[in-house]
């Protein structure tokens, strides 16, 4: 059921669905949490935001409503009101994407150098993108929740991702964070490890603070997990307020269980940044 048709549904019944907003809709991971928010529709009225008409356009493929998805660019703030008109929860998946230069022969050795298109550098999407979502979800008066997907490794200037482009991308990244905590909005901040295309629901999820777990092992976790820990940040208030860090132990480790109780791993997350 399209947006639109279920927002009207849910006033006619009077039944209390949240209207979730997925922005970076269109990447691997944002496409798998419209997908898993869409199969809860008796809870969970889903729109997407995606930067182009190309994007929109994928997005749709095998189905969907046109009125689902918006077209809308984060660095420009005032194309962003008509897919956050209205939302009650706002789950953030935008982040800016290193390119790497053309010429790089890996048979000559060396490491290939990146950068970062204009319009598309990380001050610009992690930082002053990200803040104007959270500008707009404020402006509304109707959001009651935001779901920020950030990654690990923020405490650490030196980190290799920040040197990307000279991006400093984790650095941009942790000020939106902070930007959010300090909103007067709920939020839940998950600090992702490297971001895996494995299948979901198959591991046993760690979570942890302050980088702890990246000089350990267990550093990476599947986008599906991800996913889902955004889906039932929203479902569960045990997750407001909080930030952590979260990856996944290998499948099959011994000794491992998969996760299925989030709200005993929300509960016990302390830490509010």
């Known amino acids: 059921m399209g947006s639109r048709a279920g927002e009207a549904a849910a006033a006619a019944t009077g039944v209390q669905k949240t209207v979730v907003l997925v922005t970076g809709a269109g990447g691997r991971t944002g496409k798998i949490v419209c997908e898993k928010l869409k199969k809860q529709p008796e809870k969970f009225v889903v729109r997407g935001l995606v930067r182009t008409e190309e994007a929109k356009a994928a997005l749709l493929v095998g189905g969907g409503d046109d009125a689902d998805v918006f077209v809308g660019d984060i660095t420009k703030p005032e194309s962003l009101k008509p897919a956050f008109q209205g939302i009650d929860a706002l789950v953030i998946l935008t982040s800016a994407v290193p390119k790497m230069k053309p010429g790089f022969d890996p048979s000559k050795g060396g490491r290939p150098e990146f950068y970062y298109p204009n319009g598309g550098t990380p001050e610009e999407v992690d930082w002053k993108g990200q803040k104007a979502q959270i500008d707009a979800a404020k402006a509304t008066g109707s959001v009651k929740q935001i779901v920020l997907v950030a990654s690990m490794g923020g ?4 980190h290799p991702l920040n040197s990307f482009g000279n991006g400093k991308i984790l650095i941009w990244k942790r000020k939106a964070e902070q930007y959010l905590a300090d909103s007067d909005i709920p939020y839940t901040i998950i600090r992702a490890g490297g971001l895996q295309d494995k299948e979901g629901g198959v591991r046993e999820l760690v979570v942890g603070k302050d980088d702890e777990l990246l000089n350990t092992e267990i550093n990476s976790i599947p986008r599906a997990d991800v996913a889902e820990l955004c889906v039932q940040a929203l479902l569960l208030k045990e997750a407001q307020n909080k930030a952590f860090d979260v990856a ?19 509960a016990n997350v302390i830490s509010k940044f």
């Open 248 to 266: 996944s132990k290998p499948e099959g480790q011994n000794g491992s269980v998969p996760t299925t109780d989030f709200l005993a791993l929300f």
């Open 155 to 158: 405490q650490d200037v030196n």
